[in-house]
């Protein structure tokens, strides 16, 4: 008798242990429709797949709004890292929910203590993401809203100051917004991350961008926010021909160490595109169809081989997308084949070690 809206789930931040789920949904009482917020965490380690141990630990939380988003980020609390539950609504707030240590069980805080930025929102937050950007102790946070509103914002937590934001207004609702670092201009190192993994980047020299995409209009990306704030917009071509962009996904799937955008629409179709470094724009690389509309996705090892599956779940039903094994071999051949390479390079403009020669200057047998 109850419809889910949204799930989340986190690992607790070291040196803490155990894994937090949280479900939003909307029980049908009869009279009247109750939004419900479920935490299930604290239960014994090593019982997280028995759904009797999990049910025991669950914390039910009535909610006076209608639930939109459930995500979590990590934040510095008293210089240790915590995870941290982040709800939308329809109030229009994001509401923030912390574990209390002592009583072992979440509670909701006033989300301005963690995040600033979020105390007054415009309109309804339909999609959040923030990113920690690594070593500088700063985050970039964007929220898209029901209104098509969209904003960014380089924060500074310790603080507790927004020191630059930039908003603009789509004419719908906003799908999803997504934070992920691209190679720097010019660089051509590759980030050792590229994407927002709910508050995680990695350290190479990179420039953030911002994906954005709608019901009713064309995805875009805001390349480099932090310099540019939201004036550089690339198009993806053709992203409004399936109907409505409902879920996206920024990872790299093709082994390259540089991010695709994976787009899931209403029509059923998956899209894929690439940025281009000489031409400057994104490409569409290739699409599929599915049966029934695309809901949400995921790039994850489930086979525990070290090649990850891309998961799709749709309307009807969830879809396993797997890698070529032989073209993954051929390209693992590949990167070694030009590692040996590199090193064999490497030692042959090295010096001859002294210890290795004899007397006479020559190089010794090896045995």
Known sequence: ????????????????????????????????????????CDYEPGSEYNLDSIAQSCLNLELQFTPFQLYHAEVQVAGQPETVFLLSGNDPAIHLYKENEELHQFEEQPVEDLFPELKELPSNVLWLDVLNIPNTGRRLTAYGCQSGYIWVAHVDPAGREVLQSWSLLQDGPISKVLVFALPAPGCTDNPAET??????????????????????????????VLQ???????????????????CALVTDVDFDREPEILLGTYGQELLCYKYIPGS?????????????PLLSMEYVDLTCDGLCELAVVC???????????????????????????????QRSLQPPDPEDQGADGKERPKE
């Open 228 to 246: 540019n704030g939201l004036e550089e917009q690339l198009v993806l071509p053709a992203s409004d021909e399936h109907d409505s962009v409902i």
């Open 280 to 292: 400057g724009e994104f490409r569409l690389l290739w699409q599929r169809a599915f049966p029934s």
């Open 195 to 224: 994407t927002s993994t709910n508050g995680a980047a990695g350290s190479g020299p990179s420039s953030y961008s911002v994906l954005v995409t709608s019901t009713i209009e064309l995805s875009v990306v805001y390349r480099n």
């Open 315 to 345: 309307l009807k039903g969830l879809h396993i997308l797997q890698h070529s094994l032989t073209q993954t071999a051929q390209c693992l051949l590949e990167r070694l084949r030009l590692k040996a390479a590199s090193l064999a390079a």
């Open 1 to 40: 008798d109850a419809e889910i809206v949204s799930i989340d789930t986190f690992n607790k931040s070291p040196p803490k242990r155990g894994l937090v789920v949280g479900i939003t949904f909307i029980k049908d009482s009869g009279d009247k429709a109750s939004p419900f917020l479920n935490i299930y």
